[in-house]
């Protein structure tokens, strides 16, 4: 069986886990970690067998798997597509920049590859971009999370996260305000809009929720197929709370799809 050589951007929080799920799985070998310097030790430690690089191997790479945010899609993904190494991006909310989206569609058809947005932490993304083709007429996301899960961010301003007693809402308007506020927080409604109506026509609420101990996502759609509402609550990673947990499966499943003979 040809094992598929894999490069992971990134070895933080979800780089990490992604390397855990994969250390048994025999169709699928990372070969190199990419990180910065300061990083380097940590990702040494996380997979001893890899090479750990600060620039994508140009040889040796059936695929590259990025993890680590917007800077690693300019400085290590665009190369690798053009080169014509087919990658896997889970940091979708950095397509919220003006023209990002349209450099990776042209670097991949530079490199006669592909690349794939996974769908993270949401569900029935294969759902919604084939209403897309139909007719989409509205979108709605709502992003509910422990107030916790908000610190660092502009939920801060004006109000004591610690001391909420009731729901509140932090943010309320398009996928693309809500990527470029909260972009370690708005990687679902950038994919929901990316499969839908798109960063500008895709509504956004974000929700601090003390009631909740869990992210939890919700997506209606209604259009020429009919319409439908999808609610999904997802436990926090463990190691970083702005980040469900269904990320790093998704990444997982994306990664042995590629390795699969059969894959759904």
């Known amino acids: 069986m040809t094992v598929l050589r894999v490069a992971l951007i990134g070895c933080g929080a979800i780089g990490t886990s992604v390397l855990e799920l994969l250390k048994s799985d025999t169709a699928l070998a990372v070969v190199a970690i990419v990180v910065p310097e300061e990083g380097v030790a940590a990702a040494q430690k996380a997979a001893p067998g890899a090479q750990v690089a600060s620039r994508v191997p140009a040889s040796g790479i059936d695929l590259v798997v990025e993890t680590a945010g917007h800077a690693a899609i300019e400085e290590h993904v665009l190369p ?18 003006a023209g990002l989206a349209e450099k990776l569609e042209a670097a991949a058809v530079a490199g006669r590859t592909q690349v794939q947005l996974i ?34 961010t502009p939920a801060e301003q004006g109000r004591d996260l610690d001391a909420l007693t009731q729901e509140t809402v932090i943010f309320e ?3 693309r305000e809500a990527a470029k506020l909260y972009p370690k927080n708005a990687n679902v409604a950038a994919t929901v809009s990316l499969a839908g109506l798109g960063l500008d026509k895709t509504l956004v609420r974000l929700i601090a929720d003390p009631a909740v101990a869990e992210n939890v996502h919700t997506v209606e759609a209604e259009g020429a197929f ?28 994306a990664l042995r799809n590629r390795a699969a003979a059969l894959a759904i």
């Open 80 to 97: 690798a597509l053009a080169r014509g190494t087919p990658c896997i991006v889970a940091s979708v909310g950095a397509l919220s920049a």
């Open 119 to 152: 769908a993270g932490a949401i569900g029935a993304i294969d759902a919604l971009a084939a209403a897309r083709i139909g007719g989409l007429d509205s979108v709605r996301y709502t992003g509910r999370k422990p107030p916790q899960a908000w610190k660092g």
């Open 173 to 175: 308007g398009s996928a």
């Open 226 to 253: 009919g319409s439908f509402a999808l609610t999904m609550r997802n436990k926090p990673l463990a190691a970083n709370p702005k980040t469900s947990a269904l990320t790093v499966y998704s990444a997982v499943r």
